[in-house]
């Protein structure tokens, strides 16, 4: 008996603290997780059981009508345009920051003068309200009195309607989100191209690399590729996201050419109050979103045992 | 001959470098240097020609004026300033005691709590966003501060970021303060909390910048002028009558992107440190 109470006597002191820090946890947890529990997870949990129902904002009477609302979704027009759109946007908006943000960081990360000075201009449009310089590149880009198109005539072009022309205004805010974006790309790959050991370039010089393209592909871009893959998969999932452009500067015209899932999303939800159908879009919105992040996490990971 | 040759290329591809980087400058700067410009001249001049230099600067104040008197400017950076304030003081008072937890105790359900905000922080916050407004529509709650606020009293990145931080805090110095008879909230106010200021000063950046120019939610949840953020006051002021007066409405967007462009100057490394931790957003 005491053989056996001796060593539990000797482990109850750590016991005790265990148990005494598991309660102290668990308190100092708590908001956070009734938060998320309310916020997060039943919200969640109501997407998924709406989008299987007809139920409208304010409708006293609604019905469980199955996958209605995703069948319905195959034969919708505008549903299934909006996400041609939002394809259409990711795929100029994600490449073109991208191959800016790297280019202006191979630039910038060799430079003495001036790097600071470069580093806070390519970030500003990150920091800026959207909304306000959309205004100022709505009034630049105007096809009357905007002067880029004087200057396009000065040259000799043609006017562009950047903005009211259905088969350029969804390119045009799809460079408006780049400009935002470069900011973004340049400093996450000036961080990735800070992290490339020294020691590979004195390698490569050696080699008879020490300059242009040869050490730029045979060296720095392998080097680079893990942050290249994050950049390209977090900035996919951002420009997916795009809202802000299209309210401030077409509102989904002209014609319907610039709406997005997500900006569908806002008009079936919270213009036309159809949360069902809404709810429905939402969840494939949900399953595109998550497909990227759970691309990230598993680039992530591999970057961290990198 | 030798030497110069050996100089030459490194400076010729440097004048280079630099030349490229001033050009995409320009355009980046472009906007910005019309927005300035614009605020500071007379209405006819900002079409006759664009870039055209101000003559008298009693247009500045003109503008700034208007900008004031035509929409309830001062009330959107108010209702700005109210919310993002709140919304960090929450998420800190939220996330802190959350993190440490996940960080240092070993409880029933960490695993499981820890595996939520991960992928809480794979979900596009839209989602959640449409029940919560069915919710506070039937609540009665639209157009309130509450509204603005209460939906992002918990932040996943926070927790995640925290997390991270306070798992490098040596736990000998814990146990040392234990037995000191400090108390667990005195241990984490006292001792981790200060231990991670540059984090929590990175994520503060972070969190004032992304409520302060966001658009979707209070577009949503808000109706009338008196509870718009400065976006939303934006586009409501461009939308207005007073659209096509563009030295207001650069005025008013000059006062709209100014305070968390001072911010993001004064604290620059801290904001970049918290965009290149952004890792999982």
Same mark, same amino acid.
């Given at each position: 008996?005491?053989?056996?109470?001796?060593?539990?006597?000797?482990?109850?002191?750590?016991?005790?603290?265990?148990?005494?820090?598991?309660?102290?946890?668990?308190?100092?947890?708590?908001?956070? #997780?009734?938060?998320?529990?309310?916020?997060? $997870?039943?919200?969640?949990?109501?997407?998924?059981?709406?989008?299987?129902?007809?139920?409208?904002?304010?409708?006293?009477?609604?019905?469980?009508?199955?996958?209605?609302?995703?069948?319905?979704?195959?034969?919708?027009?505008?549903?299934?345009?909006?996400?041609?759109?939002?394809?259409?946007?990711?795929?100029?908006?994600?490449?073109?920051?991208?191959?800016?943000?790297?280019?202006?960081?191979?630039?910038?990360?060799?430079?003495?003068?001036?790097?600071?000075?470069?580093? $806070?201009?390519?970030?500003?449009?990150?920091?800026?309200?959207?909304?306000?310089?959309?205004?100022?590149?709505?009034?630049?880009?105007?096809?009357?009195?905007?002067?880029?198109?004087?200057? +396009?005539?000065?040259?000799?072009?043609?006017?562009?309607?950047?903005?009211?022309?259905?088969?350029?205004?969804?390119?045009?805010?799809?460079?408006?989100?780049?400009?935002?974006?470069?900011?973004?790309?340049?400093?996450?790959?000036?961080?990735?191209?800070?992290?490339?050991?020294?020691?590979?370039?004195?390698?490569?010089?050696?080699?008879?690399?020490?300059?242009?393209?040869?050490?730029?592909?045979?060296?720095?871009?392998?080097?680079?590729?893990?942050?290249?893959?994050?950049?390209?998969?977090?900035?996919?999932?951002?420009?997916?996201?795009?809202?802000?452009?299209?309210?401030?500067?077409?509102?989904?015209?002209?014609?319907?050419?610039?709406?997005?899932?997500?900006?569908?999303?806002?008009?079936?939800?919270?213009?036309?109050?159809?949360?069902?159908? #809404?709810?429905?879009?939402?969840?494939?919105?949900?399953?595109?979103?998550?497909?990227?992040?759970?691309?990230?996490?598993? +680039?992530?990971?591999?970057?961290?045992?990198? | 001959?030798?030497?110069?040759?050996?100089?030459?290329?490194?400076?010729?591809?440097?004048?280079?470098?630099?030349?490229?980087?001033?050009?995409?400058?320009?355009?980046?700067?472009?906007?910005?240097?019309?927005?300035?410009?614009?605020?500071?001249?007379?209405?006819?001049?900002?079409?006759?020609?664009?870039?055209?230099?101000?003559?008298?600067?009693?247009?500045?104040?003109?503008?700034?004026?208007?900008?004031?008197?035509?929409?309830?400017?001062?009330?959107?950076?108010?209702?700005?300033?109210?919310?993002?304030?709140?919304?960090?003081?929450?998420?800190?008072?939220?996330?802190?005691?959350?993190?440490?937890?996940?960080?240092?105790?070993?409880?029933?359900?960490?695993?499981?709590?820890?595996?939520?905000?991960?992928?809480?922080?794979?979900?596009?916050?839209?989602? !959640?966003?449409?029940?919560?407004?069915?919710? +506070?529509?039937?609540?009665?709650?639209?157009?309130?501060?509450?509204?603005?606020?209460?939906?992002?009293?918990?932040?996943?990145?926070?927790?995640?970021?925290?997390?991270?931080?306070?798992?490098?805090?040596?736990?000998?110095?814990?146990?040392?303060?234990?037995?000191?008879?400090?108390?667990?909230?005195?241990?984490?106010?006292?001792?981790?909390?200060?231990?991670?200021?540059?984090?929590?000063?990175?994520?503060?950046?972070?969190?004032?910048?992304?409520?302060?120019?966001?658009?979707?939610?209070?577009?949503?949840?808000?109706?009338?002028?008196?509870?718009?953020?400065?976006?939303?006051?934006?586009?409501?002021?461009?939308?207005?009558? $007073?659209?096509?007066?563009?030295?207001?409405?650069?005025?008013?967007?000059?006062?709209?992107?100014? !305070?968390?462009?001072?911010?993001?100057?004064?604290?620059?490394?801290?904001?970049?440190?918290?965009?290149?931790?952004?890792?999982?957003?």
């Amino acid at each position: 008996m005491t053989a056996i109470t001796i060593p539990i006597a000797g482990r109850r002191r750590p016991g005790n603290a265990a148990r005494r820090s598991a309660s102290a946890g668990w308190a100092f947890a708590f908001p956070a #997780a009734l938060l998320l529990a309310t916020l997060m $997870v039943a919200p969640l949990l109501v997407v998924f059981g709406l989008s299987f129902t007809n139920y409208s904002l304010g409708a006293t009477d609604w019905t469980f009508t199955g996958f209605a609302n995703y069948q319905d979704m195959l034969q919708d027009d505008r549903a299934l345009k909006a996400i041609g759109h939002t394809a259409v946007y990711v795929a100029i908006a994600m490449p073109l920051s991208v191959v800016v943000g790297l280019i202006l960081a191979l630039l910038i990360q060799r430079r003495q003068k001036f790097r600071h000075a470069y580093e $806070v201009i390519f970030f500003l449009p990150a920091t800026s309200t959207f909304i306000a310089m959309a205004i100022v590149w709505q009034f630049l880009l105007h096809g009357r009195i905007g002067p880029v198109n004087e200057w +396009l005539v000065a040259l000799g072009l043609s006017r562009v309607d950047f903005l009211t022309d259905p088969s350029i205004a969804l390119v045009t805010l799809s460079c408006i989100s780049a400009w935002q974006l470069i900011g973004q790309t340049t400093v996450l790959f000036l961080a990735g191209l800070a992290s490339i050991p020294q020691d590979i370039y004195d390698a490569a010089e050696l080699d008879g690399m020490d300059y242009g393209w040869d050490r730029f592909l045979r060296v720095t871009f392998p080097m680079l590729a893990p942050t290249t893959l994050f950049i390209v998969v977090t900035t996919t999932i951002t420009t997916f996201q795009a809202f802000d452009s299209i309210a401030a500067l077409t509102k989904g015209g002209p014609a319907g050419s610039t709406e997005t899932l997500l900006y569908r999303i806002y008009l079936e939800a919270y213009q036309y109050t159809n949360m069902g159908y #809404a709810s429905a879009l939402s969840v494939v919105f949900l399953a595109f979103i998550v497909l990227f992040s759970l691309v990230q996490i598993f +680039l992530a990971d591999r970057r961290i045992h990198y | 001959m030798g030497i110069r040759a050996k100089i030459t290329p490194a400076k010729f591809s440097a004048i280079g470098a630099h030349a490229i980087l001033i050009l995409i400058a320009g355009v980046v700067l472009l906007p910005y240097l019309w927005m300035l410009l614009t605020a500071m001249r007379a209405p006819a001049e900002i079409f006759s020609s664009p870039f055209g230099l101000p003559h008298d600067l009693s247009f500045l104040f003109d503008n700034f004026r208007r900008a004031f008197q035509s929409v309830p400017m001062a009330r959107f950076l108010l209702n700005g300033a109210v919310v993002v304030t709140c919304l960090l003081v929450l998420q800190l008072a939220v996330a802190v005691p959350c993190a440490y937890a996940l960080a240092k105790f070993d409880f029933r359900g960490s695993k499981l709590m820890f595996g939520a905000v991960v992928a809480a922080l794979c979900v596009p916050i839209q989602v !959640p966003m449409l029940p919560i407004y069915i919710a +506070l529509a039937y609540m009665g709650a639209l157009d309130s501060y509450f509204s603005l606020i209460f939906p992002f009293a918990v932040s996943p990145f926070a927790i995640f970021l925290l997390r991270q931080q306070f798992k490098s805090f040596p736990d000998e110095i814990i146990q040392a303060a234990r037995l000191d008879g400090f108390s667990e909230i005195e241990i984490m106010a006292r001792l981790i909390v200060p231990s991670a200021k540059p984090v929590i000063a990175a994520f503060a950046i972070f969190s004032i910048t992304a409520h302060w120019n966001d658009l979707y939610w209070p577009l949503i949840v808000v109706s009338s002028e008196t509870m718009a953020t400065p976006p939303l006051g934006m586009l409501f002021f461009r939308d207005g009558d $007073v659209g096509t007066d563009y030295g207001s409405l650069m005025a008013g967007a000059i006062v709209t992107v100014l !305070p968390v462009m001072i911010i993001f100057l004064v604290a620059q490394r801290q904001f970049v440190r918290g965009l290149t931790m952004t890792g999982l957003r």
